[in-house]
Nanobody, 124 residues
Framework: VQLQASGGGLVQAGGSLRLSCAAS????????MGWFRQAPGKEREFVAA????????YYADSVKGRITIPRDNAKNTVYLQMNSLKPEDTAVYYC??????????????????WGQGTQVTVSS
């Protein structure tokens, strides 16, 4: 599967942004999906994940209550809806797909495919 992330940009603190990750290739609904981010000088970190059916989600503590990860299997797309953004949310955001069962969605090794990143910059 090929993943194409989009929707990044510059936003003021407190604002909102929605990232999209469009998948092509194999049937999208077989994949558990996740979002990670990497800030300058830091390791890549987990943000959110959603199961292939959409019934299960998992979030990093740092984004709970501010970020959601809806998916639309009919559109082969997973989203990252980010609200109440903070400067510390500034990072390159990556989407990823996992073909295996819903086991450890918060870890990079869970995922088989990665998209290119999209930059999110939150100004104070």
């Amino acid at each position: 599967v090929q993943l194409q992330a989009s929707g990044g940009g510059l936003v003021q603190a407190g604002g909102s942004l929605r990232l999209s990750c469009a998948a092509s290739g194999r049937t999208f609904s077989v994949y558990n999906m996740g979002w990670f981010r990497q800030a300058p000088g830091k390791e890549r970190e987990f943000v959110a994940a959603i199961s292939r059916s959409g019934l299960s989600t998992y979030y990093a503590d740092s984004v709970k209550g501010r970020i959601t990860i809806p998916r639309d299997n009919a559109k082969n797309t997973v989203y990252l809806q980010m609200n109440s953004l903070k400067p510390e949310d500034t990072a390159v955001y990556y989407c990823a797909a996992a073909a295996r069962g819903w086991t450890t969605p918060g870890t990079e090794s869970f995922y088989d495919y990665w998209g290119q990143g999209t930059q999110v910059t939150v100004s104070s």
